[in-house]
């Protein structure tokens, strides 16, 4: 049946197109920005990191940072520099990869080495993560590294937000100490912030590191930020909250990396913790939770990838030099971990990657999450190293808050870390999206996901959604006014589907991120994000006298005004209070209405596909 499915849409999907990592790591040698061919012979000595040459007082520019990379990569072999895309401005954004020479010379990538991609300045004032990393790639570059350089394939991308790294200055974040050079913005030059846009993909940056992560299929991700908020004694919070959902047992090897790291930090001198926020600002002997799942964050979607996906943060209120050397420490726990247990690691996701297909081809039958929160019931008790703290009243708000002091006080509290579903919907073999809505084609190409155009008519049962009482966000936020609820009602029914309706089959590697943007009650779901705003919007005019001539002509009947009176009186409907809705009680008793009106034009498909068997 392959033949039944037509032209592919413009350009081929990378999920299909995924080079070999070898070769793509030598086709994207040589492109640095600024133009060097970077070969060298042997192992040397870049010498000291720029941050380390200011004593940690500044963090290096983009052109600073390099001319480092530059430095590094001419005197090691197992570095080597190139671009993966370019900021909203035309900057070009860098990227570095770390692999043995050796390996490079191969025509196909050695595949029980797990990749592992590293992001920092998503968010570029909060930036150690930079010259953390630049720290690291020197000892690589000095030869003291080479467990990494033998085991792993490292892709690093050392300034994620590269405009807003660029527009520097020293009040771009209000609670952080330094550097005291002054740091990026926390939004690109569209203004939007990179970490919210990994549904909405409207970043040429958010795609281009899609792309790179579609590209080479890590199995860890790491994202490295500064924390905002609460005082405690920690250097840095880590962690992977793990959608108990999703398919395979990463949980379980995330839960163990983390500890591992936690442990080689403590050698450093470095005390880390599981990442967490307190459960009442005010009272934090209610314990430390965990984040949930659910949004357009990086360490969301490369869950949703199946990576193993760490998110980062930094104490704020600590020195620069320290967070950076913590940050330091984080990621070669993280790294010599990752070489320690490599062959569980790559089996760990791979299966992960490949149980997630598997379940596309058994639709309906495996249950996923839409959102995961925090559960509350489950908890173990922690040793937590806090700051002593008062709650005072505000001479301003008259509300309470929390003034942390100095002293170190350890507290014995109860920690949340397991996360429960909120909402769980099944997997569907895919779906089908009228012909109309390129524009939501488009997108989900940007996330490399490929989706497939018919040729011929096709006819099946389908799950269809049909949205009321839609609400959208008054306030702008992230360039759009989302969709904040909607009443969605389901049926399935049997529909015609014209050639061109596209058909996003879920057996393939984004097809739990493709899931998550077409599951119209997902939070992560593209019909929040304002893509279909237009089938809410009433599809034929009334006025208001001919309704009313149309109620009375209906009243006329016994039995209409019977059903009337007793929907009048149901509390449920609203009509009592609401004159319009009485009108509309009438007007959804003609051939009038438009069944199409307020129809999701994306439907889930749970028998066999187009195409498939
Ligand atoms: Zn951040």
């Given at each position: 049946?392959?033949?039944?499915?037509?032209?592919?849409?413009?350009?081929?999907?990378?999920?299909?197109?995924?080079?070999?990592?070898?070769?793509?790591?030598?086709?994207?040698?040589?492109?640095t920005p600024g133009?060097?061919?970077?070969?060298?012979?042997?192992?040397?000595?870049?010498?000291?990191t720029p941050g380390e040459r200011a004593g940690f007082v500044s963090t290096p520019t983009a052109d600073e940072t390099q001319a480092y990379l530059?430095?590094?990569?001419?005197?090691?072999?197992?570095?080597?520099l190139?671009t993966f895309g370019y900021t909203a401005s035309g900057r070009p954004l860098p990227v570095v990869?770390?692999?043995?020479?050796?390996?490079?010379?191969?025509?196909?990538?050695?595949?029980?080495?797990?990749?592992?991609l590293i992001i920092a300045g998503i968010h570029s004032g909060e930036i150690e993560g930079k010259d953390a990393i630049l720290m690291l790639l020197?000892?690589?570059?000095?030869?003291?590294?080479?467990?990494?350089?033998?085991?792993?394939?490292?892709v690093i991308v050392p300034i994620f937000n590269l405009d807003g790294h660029e527009n520097r200055g020293r009040y771009h974040r209000f609670v952080q100490w330094g550097p005291e050079g002054g740091s990026g913005t926390r939004r690109n030059a569209q203004w939007l912030d990179l970490n919210r846009d990994f549904a909405k993909l409207e970043s040429p940056e958010c795609a281009a590191l899609v792309r790179l992560g579609?590209?080479?299929?890590?199995?860890?991700f790491v994202d490295l930020h500064t924390n905002d908020g609460y005082d405690?004694?920690?250097d840095v919070l880590f962690?992977?909250?793990?959608?108990?959902?999703?398919?395979?047992?990463?949980?379980?090897?995330?839960?163990?990396?983390?500890?591992?790291?936690?442990?080689?930090?403590?050698?450093?001198?470095?005390?880390?913790?599981?990442f967490?926020y307190?459960?009442?600002?005010?009272?934090?002997?209610?314990?430390?939770?965990?984040y949930?799942?659910?949004g357009p964050l990086a360490h969301s979607y490369f869950?949703?990838?199946?990576?193993?996906s760490i998110l980062e943060e930094t104490h704020p209120y600590i020195p620069y030099e320290r967070r950076v050397r913590s940050t330091d420490?984080m990621l070669?726990?993280?790294?010599?971990?990752?070489?320690?247990?490599?062959?569980?690691?790559?089996?760990?996701?791979?299966?992960?990657?490949?149980?997630?297909?598997?379940?596309?081809?058994?639709?309906?039958?495996?249950?996923?999450?839409?959102?995961?929160?925090?559960?509350?019931?489950?908890?173990?008790?922690?040793?937590?190293?806090?700051?002593?703290?008062?709650?005072?009243?505000?001479?301003?708000?008259?509300?309470?808050?929390?003034?942390?002091?100095?002293?170190?006080?350890?507290?014995?509290?109860?920690?949340?870390?397991?996360?429960?579903?909120?909402?769980?919907?099944?997997?569907?073999?895919?779906?089908?999206?009228?012909?109309?809505?390129?524009?939501?084609?488009?997108?989900?190409?940007r996330?490399?996901?490929?989706?497939?155009?018919?040729?011929?008519?096709?006819?099946?049962?389908?799950?269809?959604?049909?949205?009321?009482?839609?609400?959208?966000s008054?306030a702008p936020y992230q360039g759009h006014h989302p969709?904040?609820?909607?009443?969605?009602?389901?049926?399935?029914?049997?529909?015609?589907?014209?050639?061109?309706?596209?058909?996003?089959?879920?057996?393939?590697?984004?097809?739990?991120?493709?899931?998550?943007?077409?599951?119209?009650?997902?939070?992560e779901?593209?019909?929040?994000w304002n893509?279909?705003?237009?089938?809410?919007?009433?599809?034929?005019?009334?006025?208001?006298?001919?309704?009313?001539?149309?109620?009375?002509?209906?009243?006329?009947?016994?039995?209409?005004?019977?059903?009337?009176?007793?929907?009048?009186?149901?509390?449920?409907?609203?009509?009592?209070?609401?004159?319009?809705?009485?009108?509309?009680?009438?007007?959804?008793?003609?051939?009038?209405?438009?069944?199409?009106?307020?129809?999701?034009?994306?439907?889930?498909?749970?028998?066999?596909?187009?195409?498939?068997?």
């Amino acid at each position: 049946m392959r033949g039944f499915i037509g032209r592919r849409m413009q350009r081929t999907c990378l999920g299909r197109l995924v080079l070999g990592s070898a070769i793509a790591f030598a086709l994207l040698v040589g492109t640095t920005p600024g133009g060097a061919v970077v070969k060298a012979p042997a192992a040397g000595d870049p010498g000291p990191t720029p941050g380390e040459r200011a004593g940690f007082v500044s963090t290096p520019t983009a052109d600073e940072t390099q001319a480092y990379l530059n430095a590094v990569a001419a005197t090691c072999r197992h570095v080597t520099l190139g671009t993966f895309g370019y900021t909203a401005s035309g900057r070009p954004l860098p990227v570095v990869f770390v692999q043995d020479a050796a390996d490079r010379s191969a025509t196909a990538p050695d595949t029980t080495k797990p990749v592992v991609l590293i992001i920092a300045g998503i968010h570029s004032g909060e930036i150690e993560g930079k010259d953390a990393i630049l720290m690291l790639l020197r000892d690589i570059a000095r030869g003291r590294e080479p467990a990494i350089v033998s085991h792993l394939r490292v892709v690093i991308v050392p300034i994620f937000n590269l405009d807003g790294h660029e527009n520097r200055g020293r009040y771009h974040r209000f609670v952080q100490w330094g550097p005291e050079g002054g740091s990026g913005t926390r939004r690109n030059a569209q203004w939007l912030d990179l970490n919210r846009d990994f549904a909405k993909l409207e970043s040429p940056e958010c795609a281009a590191l899609v792309r790179l992560g579609a590209q080479f299929q890590p199995h860890v991700f790491v994202d490295l930020h500064t924390n905002d908020g609460y005082d405690h004694q920690y250097d840095v919070l880590f962690g992977d909250g793990v959608d108990p959902t999703l398919p395979g047992a990463r949980d379980r090897f995330a839960r163990r990396l983390v500890a591992a790291t936690i442990e080689a930090m403590a050698a450093d001198g470095f005390r880390a913790h599981e990442f967490g926020y307190p459960v009442d600002d005010l009272d934090l002997t209610r314990g430390i939770a965990s984040y949930g799942i659910g949004g357009p964050l990086a360490h969301s979607y490369f869950q949703l990838r199946h990576c193993i996906s760490i998110l980062e943060e930094t104490h704020p209120y600590i020195p620069y030099e320290r967070r950076v050397r913590s940050t330091d420490s984080m990621l070669r726990g993280i790294l010599h971990y990752a070489v320690e247990h490599r062959i569980e690691l790559v089996e760990t996701v791979n299966d992960a990657r490949a149980t997630a297909i598997r379940w596309a081809r058994e639709p309906g039958r495996h249950a996923l999450a839409l959102s995961c929160s925090v559960d509350t019931t489950r908890a173990r008790t922690i040793q937590w190293r806090g700051k002593a703290y008062e709650v005072v009243t505000s001479g301003v708000t008259e509300r309470r808050y929390t003034r942390y002091r100095q002293e170190p006080v350890t507290f014995e509290l109860p920690f949340y870390g397991e996360l429960k579903p909120d909402r769980t919907t099944t997997l569907p073999r895919g779906y089908l999206i009228l012909p109309a809505w390129r524009n939501v084609a488009a997108t989900l190409e940007r996330h490399s996901i490929h989706v497939e155009s018919l040729t011929q008519p096709f006819t099946t049962e389908v799950e269809a959604f049909r949205g009321s009482a839609p609400r959208f966000s008054a306030a702008p936020y992230q360039g759009h006014h989302p969709l904040r609820s909607v009443e969605w009602r389901e049926a399935t029914e049997s529909r015609a589907f014209p050639p061109g309706t596209y058909w996003v089959p879920l057996d393939q590697p984004g097809g739990i991120v493709a899931f998550h943007l077409l599951e119209p009650r997902s939070p992560e779901a593209l019909v929040n994000w304002n893509a279909f705003d237009a089938i809410f919007e009433p599809g034929i005019i009334t006025e208001d006298w001919s309704l009313e001539e149309e109620a009375r002509r209906q009243l006329a009947d016994p039995k209409v005004r019977a059903a009337y009176e007793a929907a009048l009186a149901d509390s449920s409907t609203g009509l009592a209070q609401d004159p319009d809705a009485r009108l509309d009680w009438f007007f959804h008793r003609t051939p009038f209405v438009d069944e199409e009106q307020n129809l999701y034009p994306v439907f889930r498909v749970l028998g066999p596909g187009p195409g498939t068997p």
